[in-house]
T-cell receptor
Framework: QKEVEQNSGPLSVPEGAIASLNCTYS??????FFWYRQYSGKSPELIMF????GDKEDGRFTAQLNKASQYVSLLIRDSQPSDSATYLC???????????FGSGTQLTVLP | DTEVTQTPKHLVMGMTNKKSLKCEQH?????MYWYKQKAKKPPELMFV???????INESVPSRFSPECPNSSLLNLHLHALQPEDSALYLC?????????????FGEGSRLTVL
């Protein structure tokens, strides 16, 4: 079992829809969770982080964390073509002390 | 504009060459990182420097040699690389090196080894 798992996609949604990106992790004691966005040919950019169970909202982005089920998700409301990118889930595993990245989900928002 | 600057943006080298990648940050961060990223893969951690000292070396081959001359600069010296080392090399910084996932990445140096 991989330590951090994401559906690789590709995930396609129409413009204006909600895009839902999911991530599961293996280390139950992990405390910190991050979402990075990476446009094609560019470097990753931190867009959200969440430490506590529940939802955290920032503009059109909502991060959701459920530690009991060991999953974290990212919702993008009113998706725009400019949201088309690869989204990397990253977890600060208790065992690793450094970030562990998932393999990324490629999102395409269709005009 | 990114606050982590990497040079060069592109580099082509032969297997016998010696070259260096450079990274600079002016955010006062105390930790700096080198990552390697292959196409359609996540970044892989190579090295972590904290307060200018090497804190983590993820069993990287000795043909990659990191150097941290001061708290703002990070170099990666390359020697006798293999074609499979072709990748995007990302520098990142963070306020601290332990227990943090808030990384600020540079734009990367795309390396091609012939």
């Amino acid at each position: 079992q991989k330590e951090v798992e994401q559906n690789s996609g590709p995930l396609s949604v129409p413009e204006g829809a909600i895009a839902s990106l999911n991530c599961t992790y293996s280390d139950r004691g992990s405390q910190s969770f991050f979402w990075y966005r990476q446009y094609s040919g560019k470097s990753p950019e931190l867009i959200m982080f969440i430490y506590s169970n529940g939802d955290k909202e920032d503009g059109r982005f909502t991060a959701q964390l459920n530690k009991a089920s060991q999953y974290v998700s990212l919702l993008i409301r009113d998706s725009q073509p400019s949201d088309s990118a690869t989204y990397l889930c990253a977890v600060l595993l208790r065992s690793a002390r450094q970030l562990t990245f998932g393999s990324g989900t490629q999102l395409t928002v269709l005009p | 504009d990114t606050e982590v600057t990497q040079t060069p943006k592109h580099l082509v080298m032969g297997m016998t060459n010696k070259k260096s990648l450079k990274c600079e940050q002016h955010m006062g961060h105390r930790a700096m990182y080198w990552y390697k990223q292959k196409a359609k893969k996540p970044p892989e951690l190579m090295f972590v420097y904290s307060y200018e000292k090497l804190s983590i070396n993820e069993s990287v081959p000795s043909r990659f040699s990191p150097e941290c001359p001061n708290s703002s600069l990070l170099n990666l010296h390359l020697h006798a690389l293999q074609p499979e080392d072709s990748a995007l090399y990302l520098c990142a910084s963070s306020p601290s090196w332990r227990d943090t996932g808030e990384l600020f990445f540079g734009e990367g140096s795309r390396l091609t080894v012939l």
